[in-house]
């Protein structure tokens, strides 16, 4: 079974920086598609950026639109961590974010249901 841990959260100013990580476990296959979420108060659970892994393998990432450019999802495929550094904060980018994975590829990974595994997110609060 697959467990999944966020950390890094906490509050910040606009303009700043957060480095979310996701400590990873119990992976049996060899290809994951792992992914970050986040969800806003009031709002749907939206996806952030996702990376495929393969082995100690990791693809470039793909990005929602508003947080390209800002934002940066990567792996340590040794130590089972996946990471998501956020620059540039914005208070819309105020949310719990959720670390989510599955076995196989990432298309469709926008489609939350796809997803096998999720952690039990960190809060992320962006004050102007």
């Known amino acids: 079974q697959v467990q999944l841990a966020e950390s890094g959260g906490g509050s910040v100013q606009a303009g700043g920086s957060l480095r979310l990580s996701c400590a990873a476990s119990?992976?049996?296959?060899?290809?994951?598609?792992m992914s970050w979420f986040r969800q806003a108060p009031g709002k749907e659970r939206e996806g952030v950026a996702a990376v495929f892994s393969y082995g100690s393998t990791t693809s470039g990432g793909i990005y929602a639109d508003s947080v390209k450019g800002r934002f940066t999802i990567s792996r340590d495929g040794a130590k089972n961590f996946l990471f998501l550094q956020m620059n540039s904060l914005k208070p819309e980018d105020t949310a719990m974010y959720y670390c989510?994975?599955?076995?196989?590829?990432?298309?469709?990974?926008?489609?939350?249901?796809?997803?096998?595994?999720w952690g039990q997110g960190t809060q992320v609060t962006v004050s102007s």
């Open positions: 989510a994975a599955t076995e196989g590829g990432c298309g469709n990974w926008l489609t939350q249901n796809k997803y096998k595994y």
């Open positions: 119990g992976y049996t296959h060899s290809t994951y598609c």
